[in-house]
């Protein structure tokens, strides 16, 4: 009832899909890439958020601690945001066996070569380092992730640019399953792309990671993040309060668009920088402010989501058995599909 | 209790799993070959036979018609020929869950190079023509089987020697679960080697397939198996009856050695044969009898069986009930060895 008196737009028919791999504590990056986001679709779209614990498994086959002990942490870092699990579904992968069952009948479908040419996943295995080992759960998981999307029967998936390879992969596989069905099963997808650009990490060197040092993570404490900032990486010539100094690539910039909500303010003080006669103590201590002003409240949240274990499990449980349900219809057109309904 | 009132042997422990894609009737090839062991086991072992239609679509995911429209002709088959429903559980690979799900976390500990160097898959792939686009699906089945035996704990696989690179990855992937999980979970499995060699097909060209029309199905008809055995591939050269005939390649005598009782009769027929004086009306007419006489109760039975669905669809439901329950805990296992065991 609440969704027929909002404006006439999709928002009746679309569903979203979109989650993490369970393999580490969120950061700043996931806020502004993806959970903010989240936070506004779930008032707009049934959204559902997959925990994705196999996925994360394709490349720590070997370290499954990785993964298993994060879950949790990812779960905790969502409600501590403001995802609420009454609004957005929220469930872990390997407890949806529709999820894996899908898969073994879409990857009948896809050769070896096409995801071999998959620019995502070509991306992913040269900066792994696999070599010659590249594990076959690793290079078959964009039909995995064909199989998540279309499992919720999800229209809108949030991606950044560099997702778009997946998007495109499943309404291929879409296609030919409504193909070999002869009637629509199966729904495409649409990117729902992300305005924000990927956030760089502190250092300004490269994707944040926990294990690099070099993310600010949702539960930092007042002294991490006071910590994180000043090292900030900013504009190496920049040696002096008077000389101009400059805005790309000055990480520190980048966080302000990224986290300041005043456009009007940072332009000026960019301004300022470049003009020389700001220093970058200064800028430092704005950002840092609005730092500490954002992460406090989800600081805090967490801890508390963290001390219930029990009300996590539950939540997850919960949203996964509702999943499970909608997975195994989608499952069973799709068997039904291929002629595999005897019983 | 049966059990325990046999000889000492390991028929207690050693549990035994053969299947067949789904993809066609069952044929001489199959009895020879398989089916009249897996009669004999069914009294020594516990013993699951799976209709492994997931794997019958790893080549046929756009014509999945072949595999749909199989399942009940092979269970037919499988009766027929005097498998025991109570004896041997009978049950569908794709009602089982948890061998998809398996399929997953394997897949994570197998390399897509290791795949690749798989002696079987790479004869198969090059028997099947597919050029440069092997499904996913098709590569990865050798991990797909790994899940089928040890779902069921399976320790004893009937094979023919061209299988042992699939018991050999069976063994390995176990052993890497059981490594990551430090605890023995899983069992390794040893071949059973058949000792009969392949069946020629009746032109003595290649294998046996229906779709060849080389094959002698198991519900022929008097006449067709007249046909077949008249038409068969024998000694080209031998065009007198008192000329000397080869016994290699000579199809007629391979067929003799498969399904002739008496040894010492074929025996004395060959060395007939080739002294010269036998001609190939007669040694046919003594295949055609023994194959008329085995194929005639298999053929009326099978008719009884597949004129009554129900009845197979509840035999194939009940041992796939059955066999969820126990891959559910071999899967339960090993996600606690992974860790996710959450809930």
Do not use: W
């Not at 370290?63 to 872990?92: E, F, M, Q, R, W």
């Not at 590249?134 to 949030?158: H, R, V």
């Not at 690099?212 to 539960?219: E, H, P, R, V």
């Not at 000026?268 to 954002?294: F, H, S, V």
């Amino acid at each position: 009832m609440h969704h027929l008196s909002l404006p006439h737009t999709d928002q009746n028919t679309q569903r979203v899909l979109t989650g993490d791999r369970a393999t580490g504590q969120l950061h700043l990056g996931h806020f502004v890439g993806s959970l903010a986001q989240r936070v506004k679709l779930q008032h707009q779209y049934k959204q559902t958020i997959l925990v994705a614990d196999l996925q994360g498994l394709t490349d720590n086959g070997h370290n499954p601690n990785k993964v298993s002990s994060n879950i949790l942490n990812v779960v905790a870092d969502y409600l501590a945001v403001g995802i609420d699990p009454l609004k957005t579904t929220i469930c872990l992968q390997s407890k949806i066996p529709a999820l894996s069952e899908l898969t073994m009948y879409y990857a009948n479908l896809v050769s070896v070569a096409r995801l071999q040419r998959n620019p995502t996943v070509k991306n992913e295995i040269a900066n792994k380092a696999f070599g010659a080992s590249i594990p076959a759960g690793f290079l078959t998981y964009p039909i995995s992730q064909a199989a998540d999307i279309t499992a919720f029967n999800a229209t809108l998936i949030p991606v950044g640019d560099d997702q778009l390879p997946m998007i495109e992969q499943t309404n291929e596989i879409v296609r030919k399953i409504n193909a070999i069905a002869q009637e629509k099963i199966l729904q495409e997808c649409k990117p729902l792309l992300s305005k924000v650009a990927r956030l760089p990490s502190t250092d300004g060197q490269s994707k944040m990671s926990k294990s690099m040092g070099n993310a600010i993570l949702l539960d930092s404490t007042q002294k991490t993040i006071s910590k994180a900032v000043k090292s900030m990486y900013t504009d190496p010539n920049h040696i002096s309060i008077d000389m101009p100094g400059r805005i790309e690539g000055n990480v520190v910039f980048t966080y302000l668009d990224a986290f300041h909500s005043d456009e009007k303010f940072v332009a000026n003080l960019k301004a300022q920088y470049q003009a020389g006669g700001l220093g970058d103590g200064k800028t430092k201590k704005i950002l840092e402010d609005r730092l500490q002003d954002l992460i406090k409240p989800i600081r805090e949240a967490r801890a508390n989501f963290i001390d219930d274990k029990s009300q996590l499990i539950a939540i997850l449980k919960e949203g996964s058995e509702r999943s499970q349900d909608e997975a195994n219809q989608v499952l069973n057109n799709v068997k039904r599909g291929f002629g595999l309904n005897l019983f």
